[in-house]
């Protein structure tokens, strides 16, 4: 039988599509973030699936 590694509740929720927690962090502290449905404008940073400004 294979060696499988137990997978922590924060590596499961990564996987199941949850954001990670630096994502968060640097959504929290933008000035605002907008969804990735446009085109970013100029000084747009990628926080996972928002583009936020500062």
């Known amino acids: ?3 499988i590694k137990k997978i922590s ?3 499961l ?3 199941k599509g ?3 927690r630096e994502c968060a ?3 929290a502290s933008a ?4 969804p990735k449905t446009e085109l970013p404008k100029e ?10 400004y500062f």
């Open 9 to 11: 509740r924060e590596n």
């Open 43 to 52: 000084g747009a940073i990628d926080a996972c699936n928002k583009w936020c």
């Open 13 to 15: 929720r990564i996987l």
């Open 18 to 20: 949850g954001i990670t």
């Open 25 to 27: 962090m640097t959504q």
């Open 31 to 34: 000035s605002y973030c907008e």
């Open 1 to 3: 039988m294979k060696n």
